[in-house]
């Protein structure tokens, strides 16, 4: 017989966390955007909300569990360093920096949403080839999107200068690549002490890039960029990356892409609600199809999960 509370209960949780990333993520635009504009600098900016998030986690963890939570042995120490450097350091790190290489904040948001598209070719080069009916649903989101940055009277010729765009197509691909890698490799069975390292990783890797750059290491940050800085710490990092996390590891990947279609959208609701921005026809039609793409994917694993059942031998089904 099949437990249906543990997996209704499980379902909850993954549209929980899923509504989490979205609505988080999809502030965090607002955010980044008052960091840059109040002056601080910006991979340095990140390596403080990186390393005061990963602090204030430890210290959580430290308190509920005692110093040994923390400890994680030498192969999960290796699997949060690649993923801390994938998704966090270069996923975003190197997407700040095409974006100060020229690219508009609407071109970034159309080459971060190829992610869906990275992750379905990661998928088939390993023989797990995404049905019809999933590909269905990544296009109608790529299209979307499109129709959504584009009501915005995006300029394609000064949206996308060469290098930039190559910078930002080469942290899509990072982050496409740490979300499908995750779930294979070895971590710290605590999920929140996997993010705490990870977050830690992605600080010092930033924070290496701020030297790097020239950036000037300072605390003197004006009042609005820190409350900024601490929305991105605090429910940027602490709450939506660890939710983006645990999915990895409890729901299907073709699901939990959908952020990079999602995010876009909620930024946008978010202008017409907070700034008054105006919602035009075609931006109604891209929410629409973004919300459409999200829907088929719903389904298509659902379908997919109900073949998986009735295709248990009953020795094989979990016991009541």
Not at 66 to 78: D, F, N, P, Q
Not at 206 to 230: C, N
Not at 250 to 275: D, E, H, K, M, R
Request: glycine fraction near 10%.
């Amino acid at each position: 017989m099949i437990d249906t509370t543990h997996q209704q209960a499980t379902r909850a949780k993954v549209l929980v966390a899923l509504l989490l990333v979205y609505l988080v993520w999809g502030s965090i635009f607002l955010a980044i955007k008052v960091v840059v504009e109040e002056g601080a600098p910006p991979l340095w900016a990140m390596s403080v909300r990186f390393v005061c998030a990963s602090v204030i986690m430890g210290g959580l963890l430290a308190a509920r569990g005692g110093v040994r939570r923390l400890h994680v042995s030498a192969r999960e120490l290796r699997g949060t360093v690649v993923m801390g450097l994938l998704l966090l350091c270069f996923g975003n790190g190197l997407t700040s920096l095409g974006i100060l290489g020229g690219v508009s904040s609407g071109g970034a948001a159309l080459l971060v949403a190829s992610t869906p598209m990275w992750i379905a070719l990661f998928r088939t080069l390993d023989g797990d080839r995404p049905s019809v009916l999933a590909l269905v649903g990544i296009a109608l989101g790529a299209v979307g999107l499109v129709h959504l940055m584009s009501s915005g009277q995006l300029d394609v010729e000064t949206a996308f200068p060469l290098i930039g765009s190559l910078i930002v197509l080469v942290s899509a691909l990072s982050w496409s690549a740490g979300s499908y890698l995750q779930p294979r490799m070895s971590l710290p069975k605590d999920n929140l002490v996997g993010v705490t390292y990870q977050l830690l990783v992605a600080g010092i890797g930033l924070g290496i890039g701020a030297l790097l750059r020239g950036e000037e290491v300072t605390l003197d940050f004006t009042p609005l960029a820190w409350l900024a800085v601490a929305f991105l710490a605090v429910l940027g990092s602490l709450v939506a990356f660890t939710a983006y996390s645990w999915l990895l590891g409890n729901a299907p990947i073709s699901l939990v892409s959908t952020q990079a279609y999602v995010n876009p959208l909620v930024a946008v609701a978010l202008g017409w609600l907070v700034f008054s921005e105006p919602v035009t026809p075609a931006m109604l039609l891209g929410s629409s199809l973004i919300l459409a793409s999200v829907l088929v994917l719903l389904y298509t694993e659902r379908s997919a999960r109900l073949r998986r059942v009735v295709a248990t031998p009953p020795s094989l089904a979990p016991r009541p």
